[in-house]
Nanobody
Framework: QVQLVESGGGLVQAGGSLRLSCVAS????????MGWFRQAPGKEREFVAT????????AYDDSVKGRFNISRDNAKNTVYLHMNSLKPEDTAVYYC???????????????WGQGTQVTVSS
C-alpha cells in the first residue's frame, strides 16, 4: 500500500500563488505517474495536471495551462503543483493521485491522498 500526503493549501487572494506538495510513502513499480485533481462543492472531481515520474512528460487541463506547473523530485518521492495567477474559480479541495500510466481519468489512478483545501478570495 502507498500513502499520499498533500500539503501547502490555504487561503490566498486572487492573483496570488501557492505551491502544493504530495509525498508518497514509497515508490513501487506500479507507480509511474502522479497527478493532481480538484473538487469544488457540488461538482465532480476534475483533472488538473499530471506528470510521468520516468520521462517527466506532463499534461494539463486547459483551465490551468500557463498558470499551473507540475514538477517532481524522484529522490524525495514528491510531486509539486505550482499555482500562479490564482482565480476564485480555482477554489476546491486538491487531491494528489498516483497510478501506472499518464492519464487524465480519475478512475485510472490507484492511490489517493486525503486532499488539501485551496481557497481563492476575490
Amino acid at each position: 500500500q502507498v500513502q499520499l500526503v498533500e500539503s501547502g493549501g490555504g487561503l490566498v487572494q486572487a492573483g496570488g500563488s501557492l505551491r502544493l506538495s504530495c509525498v508518497a510513502s514509497r515508490r513501487t513499480f506500479s507507480i509511474n505517474t502522479m497527478g493532481w485533481f480538484r473538487q469544488a462543492p457540488g461538482k465532480e472531481r476534475e483533472f488538473v495536471a499530471t506528470i510521468s515520474l520516468s520521462s517527466g512528460n506532463t499534461a494539463y487541463d486547459d483551465s490551468v495551462k500557463g498558470r499551473f506547473n507540475i514538477s517532481r523530485d524522484n529522490a524525495k518521492n514528491t510531486v509539486y503543483l505550482h499555482m500562479n495567477s490564482l482565480k476564485p474559480e480555482d477554489t476546491a479541495v486538491y487531491y494528489c493521485a498516483a497510478g501506472r500510466v499518464l492519464t487524465t481519468r480519475p478512475r485510472d489512478y490507484d492511490y489517493w491522498g486525503q486532499g488539501t483545501q485551496v481557497t481563492v478570495s476575490s
